[in-house]
């Protein structure tokens, strides 16, 4: 029904920078707030940001000033630009989105994960 494809993980520096895509296909009638969740090995996946249709933004703490969420909804995409990477970043990379299908039916959809590390 909606697929979620995520694109722009790999291999950086510490103090480098990374670009994240996820576009949104499918059966899709509106996407209310989209997001990226990271989850590091042995840990829980968390929220990294979100941004709603309005354009209201919202950033975990530990990514503040270098990470910048921002999205296309003509495009069904959202990106995540991130800066200044450290270590600590590492992680699988998941993008969110809240859909409301062509049906009416609302869904949780997720993307298959990107890997981001970053070398120190």
């Known amino acids: 029904q909606v697929q979620l494809v995520e694109s722009g993980g790999g291999l950086v520096q510490a103090g480098g920078s990374l670009r994240l895509s996820c576009a949104a296909s499918g059966s899709i009638f509106s996407i209310n707030t989209m997001g990226w969740y990271r989850q590091a090995p042995g840990k829980q996946r968390g929220l990294v940001a979100s941004?709603?249709?309005?354009?209201?933004?919202n950033y975990a703490d530990s990514v503040k000033g270098r990470f910048t969420i921002s999205r296309d909804s003509a495009k069904n995409t959202v990106y995540l630009q991130m800066n200044s990477l450290k270590p600590e970043d590492t992680a699988v990379y998941y993008c969110n989105a809240d859909v409301v299908a062509g049906s009416g039916n609302g869904l949780d959809a997720w993307g298959q994960g990107t890997l981001v590390t970053v070398s120190s």
């Open positions: 941004i709603t249709s309005g354009g209201s933004t």
